[in-house]
């Protein structure tokens, strides 16, 4: 393993932290943002530092970092370097959730409505996915019993906005799902955090286990893993953390498929160091795509999920073409 791989990431992050609160079409130079953030000195400008920009750049931080650490677990566990945190459901069913609250009408009555549908539609999922995967089906059990939830959740996402009466609410709910972090505030932050910190903690205690696996699920049984409570920490973990992220900021994908392909060879590819790269990687990654759609067109609402599909095809394509030409 590389050991500066984890200070490179974390001063990654926390440059890319920095620009974040620095960007924006407001206009304020650094010294006086920097200064009204710390010392609340001028209305206008403590209000957008405060209250705008560093709830933003902490949900960018927040989501980059359970995307990136539920692609790597998911990929650790099912040994499938195409696997990624939509793989299970989770995000489909939160998107459902959210829309439901959305052409209900439900999301207008209240501010915290539509985050609070988008987890329940997270957790529904974890719950069917339990249900259909068994207390003991293995890896390929899960991986068909999520395809089948998130095939379901597309559907009836179709559905809804399919019978939809109302074209603004059709317009809203569109927007809602190209995945944003504009216009968050702390409130979404503190809705988020308790359940990703859950979804960290028990996608880190998988270390173990992650690099037993890489020998097969029979040789690690044999050295003492617990599968079972290894795929049940793994699917709450994973839908605690993507959940949450799917809840405040809508569909982000290739997040937690991009970052663990970048950061595994410099881990020595093993799964346990991979977790907490990939969780720093996820960050440093939303950073700097949030940071560029309000670079890019400055005047427009250029959405996150737009640019992460744009910039991570590409790479991904780029990273499936290297790999292939290293196998020849």
């Keep these: 393993m590389n050991r500066a791989i984890i200070p490179t990431l974390l001063a990654l992050v926390a440059v890319l932290f920095v620009i974040s609160l620095l960007t924006g079409p407001a206009g304020f130079g650094p010294g006086e943002s920097v200064s009204a953030l710390i010392s609340g000195q001028g209305d206008a400008i403590t209000l957008v530092m405060r209250e705008i920009r560093l709830p ?18 998911l990929q650790g566990y099912l040994r499938n370097p195409l696997a990624e945190p939509g793989l299970i459901g989770v995000s489909g069913s939160a ?7 959305l052409q209900t009408g439900i999301a207008a009555s209240f501010a915290l409505a539509l985050p609070l549908a988008a987890l329940a539609g997270a957790l529904a999922a974890t719950l069917l996915i339990l249900l259909l995967a068994g207390p003991r089906g293995g890896s390929m059990t899960l991986i068909l019993a999520g395809i089948a939830i998130s095939a379901l959740a597309s559907a009836m996402l179709s559905l809804v906005l399919n019978l939809s009466p109302n ?12 995945g944003s972090l504009a216009d968050r505030s702390f409130t979404h932050v503190w809705i988020a955090l308790p359940f990703m910190a859950v979804g960290w903690g028990l996608l880190l205690s998988l270390g173990r286990s992650l690099d037993a696996l890489t020998l097969g699920e029979d ?6 893993i617990r599968l079972e409570r290894a795929r049940l920490s793994l699917v709450l ?11 405040v900021a809508g569909a982000v994908g290739f ?8 950061l595994r060879p410099f881990v020595g590819a093993r799964p346990s ?9 996820g ?14 067109l400055p005047e427009r609402d250029l959405k996150l999920g737009v640019l992460m599909a744009i910039v991570g095809a590409p790479l991904f394509l780029h990273l499936i073409y290297k790999t292939r030409a290293q196998s020849l």
């Design 56 to 73: 933003r750049a902490i949900l960018a931080v927040l989501v980059g970092t359970s995307l990136g650490i539920a692609g790597a677990a």
């Design 95 to 101: 998107a459902l959730g959210a829309v439901i609250a």
């Design 167 to 178: 074209p603004f609410a059709v317009s809203e709910t569109v927007f809602w799902m190209l």
């Design 219 to 224: 040789a690690a049984a044999s050295l003492g």
């Design 237 to 247: 973990g994973v839908a605690a953390a993507v959940g949450a992220a799917t809840a």
């Design 255 to 262: 997040v937690g498929l991009v970052v663990p392909h970048i």
């Design 273 to 281: 160091q991979l977790l907490p790269a990939s969780a720093l990687g």
């Design 283 to 296: 960050a440093a990654l939303v950073l700097a795509a949030d940071i560029a759609t309000r670079l890019i």
